[in-house]
């Protein structure tokens, strides 16, 4: 496995006026990277350019050590990676196998016998073995997320691009899924994108949080909470000067902000410095330049 | 949830891949959901269907089946083009675009595979031709099977499987299969009616009504490479979708120079012995028969056909079984390729090129004529075709001769030839060109001078001189009218039907008599509804039809019919005793209908106003009717002669 799966300099990416993505850069290594950020941030942009399914505009993208620009690079970095996307489409009158075979042709598994063994093998993965044989158009929201997810893990990619894996889910799926992509990530690269800070919390080493097709952070998940700290405070009363404030079961009420002098500041969490990232318009000032 | 990685593989080479070969899995795929597809398997049923139907009133025929092949698949065919469609657009349609186009399948490999899984039709379809040509030949099929012309039928389903395909590739929205299947359809409808040879281009050659295939003649294996190279141009055009690459460019060419070639070849007019030796089939018929002998009755026919022998002598046997032995008749049942020969000029000259070529080997056709109205044959032969002759019609014109109705027409003398006839003659045939301003041009023929008996070396017809007609004879109500209707009925389960609805519903209701349309009286003055309102009112039959048996022969007077009808409940020994016993008398043309009644108490039959109730016709309506058209009988100015 490459150490740095992954590596973009200066994407730019334009859908007629809108720009999706404003000279983003960042090398991603092994574990699993998150990308963080609001509807409309350039998360599956980015994605898709990084599954080679779009082309940047400008910049430059390496992929498993390949330039996906060059047609002979794009296929085999394509053999070598894992996709899953926001909003998959499925051949809703095939069963989940008839369907992970498919694609797993695709992938070049040819051979029949081969082929069949790693379609079963992922099926099983993803826990959907008992439901092997049912039609697409049978399942759950759920388990087609399931579907897709095993389809990206056909023929044990190096790169796994997941976006929005958790989305839609409830938690016990949720939590399924992070044990399933915590273990993959144990030998590739895993990059994926939601919008669950615990989630990110949970699973991602590196967290890009990105905001208007720009990266505001690059960091851990602790750094993330640690933008927060000393920003986050308690009081039985709401203070308007805050930037974000909501009650709490206990009765008081949590702020985000600059903290009142003696005000009683708790240790802050990742959706905290989340919150204060997007919510700070300096922040996407700084990491733009 | 556990998770078990699989051993990380070459890229490339490792276990299980084969990237080069993506297509050909994809289309191993592919043709195992095309084969089932629920489409296909309507497209299976309906074809199988059409293929019995269409063969379900006519004898098994083996030979230059492409019509009945290219036809019967005409269901699969639409539903080949639909599902490859389907195949094509699915990934568009359920966007799965995104999933499949971050594989390392290229684009054009995906629609490779496509193409190739859709074409598992072709091997369906051959499998169903197969299957087809085996049923025709258990139940006693004839002649000689084209390998090239049976392929026909797979070759278009697989067209329409391309074509499906090429439109779900190049506009993947749900509206084009259909107007690919529309295309297809054009294509057929275009071609088959064209003038002259150009109709070979139509997908599937069309059977007309009096032709035999045995008289087609066109290089099916050249029809077959203009198939084959449309279809590798539309699958050059298909794979054109994915960029300019070397293969799809030659497949385009190698389509174009075989589909042009190939069309080139065969709308080209045959060669002047291929021709010859096809005239010669109809023309000296005697020369190419064999006969086959069976007890009373002997076969003439064309070698290939012998086993149809056995499916006529089953029906004929069966009508002469009642007939006491030393009076039956001897028969004569000849094959012939058309009901009257300058129909099959016609015929021919579409079914060749184009020109005078062929319409002058029409003269060639005179000893068929001959054959036809020679009036000294004895006995005079029963005939049969290739195509449309039914076993009710066999049993009818047997139960007729067996009870020695005549089958010949009688010659009678008819009205004066004209002033411009006989000045026409000695000039030849012509025509007249009316043009916009109603200016009327008569065309002289080059063909020489002509009139009726030119050939047998009379004079030319004079002032005075009457016309001599053929027509046919009256039964007039003889009671081996009924005998013949009930010999035939019993032996032919699809004529007593006939007969029963006839019987209960009144002949205007029945489609038997290929007039039943036109036994509306407010049908208009375009058509010949007089032969049905005659016969059905009136109540007279004719025996002998003038026109040969492209017109299938009638089938009985409506009394006639419903006392046979009558028969046909009661006890089948009982009766077949009484008509052995009582042979001589109730065939003896002197011998009225009443005899019968009295013989088995029978309910006398319907009288013409009855018969126009049981018709839904109004008798008023019916009488002014018959003063709008003349008598069947033409330009004769005698009634029918009695049947003697």
């Known amino acids: 496995m490459t150490d740095v799966a992954c590596q973009f300099t200066d994407l730019t990416k334009r859908f007629r006026a809108t720009v999706a993505l404003d000279r983003v850069g960042a090398a991603v290594g092994g574990g699993v990277t998150g990308l963080l950020g609001p509807n409309g941030a350039g998360k599956t942009t980015l994605l898709r350019i990084l599954a080679t399914v779009l082309a940047p505009d400008a910049g430059t993208v390496r992929l498993l050590g390949r330039d996906p620009t060059r047609s002979a690079d794009r296929v085999e970095i394509r053999r070598r990676l894992g996709y899953m996307p926001q909003e998959p489409g499925f051949h809703r009158n095939f069963t989940v196998f008839e369907f992970v075979d498919y694609i797993a042709i695709l992938k070049e598994l040819t051979n029949r016998k081969a082929r069949h063994h790693e379609v079963r093998r992922v099926i099983d993965v993803v826990e959907l073995t008992p439901n092997a044989h049912k039609k697409i158009r049978a399942l759950s929201g759920g388990m087609r997320r399931r579907v897709a997810l095993a389809q990206s893990l056909l023929a044990d990619p190096e790169l796994l691009i997941l976006d929005e894996p958790t989305a839609g889910l409830d938690p016990e799926q949720r939590l399924r899924f992070r044990d399933v992509i915590s273990r993959l990530a144990e030998d590739r690269t895993v990059i994926l994108s939601s919008h669950q800070t615990d989630d990110v919390a949970a699973l ?32 039985p009363t709401r203070d308007s000067a805050a930037g974000l404030a909501w009650r709490t079961g206990d009765g008081d009420y949590r702020h985000i902000g600059a903290a009142p002098p003696g005000g009683q500041t708790i240790p802050p969490t990742i959706e905290d410095g989340y919150l204060l990232l997007i919510g700070d318009p300096a922040a996407l000032d700084e990491n733009a330049a | 949830m556990a998770v078990t990685t699989a051993p990380r593989r070459n890229a490339a080479t490792g276990d299980g891949r084969r990237p080069g070969s993506v297509w050909a899995s994809l289309a191993r795929a592919e043709a195992r959901r095309v084969a089932r597809h629920p489409l296909v398997l309507v497209g299976l049923i309906a074809s199988g269907w059409l293929l019995w139907s269409m063969n379900r009133d006519q004898l098994p025929q083996l030979t230059g089946y492409s019509t009945y092949v290219g036809l019967g698949l005409a269901p699969l065919a639409g539903a080949a083009t639909l599902v490859g469609h389907l ?137 077959l490479a203009y198939l084959a190279g449309i279809a590798a141009v539309i699958i050059g055009i298909t794979m054109l979708r994915w960029g300019l690459r070397p293969v799809p460019l030659l497949l385009v060419g190698v389509g174009i120079a075989a589909a042009v070639a190939g069309g080139i070849v065969q709308v ?61 008749p001897n028969l004569v049942i000849e094959q012939w ?62 139960a007729q001769r067996a009870v020695g109705f005549p089958l010949e027409p009688v010659e009678m003398e008819g009205r004066e030839w004209t002033d411009e006839e006989i000045a026409g003659f000695g000039k030849g ?43 046919p004879c009256d039964a007039g109500g003889q009671a081996r009218e009924v005998v013949a209707a009930w010999l035939a009925a019993r032996a032919d389960s699809e004529l007593a039907d006939i007969y029963r609805r006839i019987r209960a519903d009144g002949p205007g209701a029945e489609g038997v008599f290929d007039f039943a349309d036109a036994v509306t009286l407010d049908s208009g003055g375009e058509g010949p509804p007089v032969a049905a309102i005659n016969w059905s009112a009136l109540g007279w039959t004719q025996f002998g039809s003038s026109t040969g048996d492209g017109v299938r022969p009638v089938f009985g007077s409506p009394a006639a019919t419903d006392l046979a009808a009558q028969l046909l409940e009661r006890l089948d020994a009982e009766i077949t005793v009484a008509v052995t016993d009582h042979w001589v008398e109730w065939t003896d043309p002197a011998t009225p209908v009443q005899v019968i009644i009295d013989a088995f108490d029978l309910e006398p039959p319907p009288t013409a106003e ?27 100015e005698q009634p029918n002669p009695v049947c003697r």
């Open chain 2, 87 to 223: 195949i094509a657009s699915r990934a568009r349609r359920h966007d799965t675009v995104e999933i499949e186009s971050i594989t390392p399948a290229l684009e054009r490999a995906r629609t490779a595979g496509r193409l190739l899984g859709a074409l598992v039709v072709i091997p369906i379809a051959a499998v169903m031709v197969a299957a087809y040509m085996a049923f025709l030949f258990l139940i006693g099929g004839a002649g000689q099977p084209d390998l090239g012309e049976l392929l026909v039928g797979p070759l278009v389903v697989g067209i329409g499987a391309v074509v499906g395909t090429a439109a779900g590739t190049w506009f993947p929205n749900r509206f084009t299969g259909l107007a690919a299947v529309g295309a297809l359809a054009a294509v057929q409808i275009v071609f088959q009616d064209a003038e002259g040879t150009r109709h070979w281009l139509a997908w599937w050659h069309t059977v007309l009504w009096y032709d035999g295939p045995d008289l087609w003649i066109r290089p099916s294996w050249v029809h």
């Open chain 2, 429 to 471: 045939p012509t025509s007249v060109s009316v043009e916009e301003d109603g200016t009327e041009t008569v065309i002289e023929s080059d063909q020489g001078a002509w009139w009726p008996g030119q050939e047998a070396g009379e004079a030319a017809p004079v002032k005075g001189d009457r016309i001599r007609i053929q027509v």
């Open chain 2, 268 to 328: 080209r007019p045959p060669s002047e012995a291929q021709i010859d030796a096809v005239f010669d089939q109809i023309a000296n018929a005697p020369n190419h028969w064999v006969s086959v002998d069976s007890p009373g009755v002997t076969y003439r026919i064309y070698p290939g056909y012998e086993r149809w022998s056995e499916w006529w002598d089953g029906t004929v046997q069966s009508v002469l079984a009642p007939v006491p032995a030393g009076t039956r």
């Open chain 2, 337 to 398: 390729h058309s009901g009257y020969p300058s129909q099959l000029i016609d015929e021919f000259g579409y079914f060749t090129a184009e020109g005078e070529a062929i319409h002058d080997r029409g003269q060639h056709l005179q000893a068929e004529n001959d054959l036809y109205s020679r009036q000294d044959r004895d006995p005079w032969p029963i005939w049969v075709g290739f195509y449309v002759y039914r076993r009710d019609s066999l049993a009818i014109a047997a």
């Open chain 2, 610 to 636: 009855q018969w126009l109730e049981r018709a839904g016709l109004d008798s008023v309506e019916y009488a002014a009717s018959i003063d709008a058209y003349p008598p069947l009988t033409g330009n004769s």
């Open chain 1, 204 to 235: 991602c080493s590196h967290v890009l949080v990105m905001d208007r097709g720009r990266i505001l952070f690059r960091g851990s998940p602790r750094q993330i909470a640690d933008h927060a700290a000393g920003q986050v405070w308690l009081a």
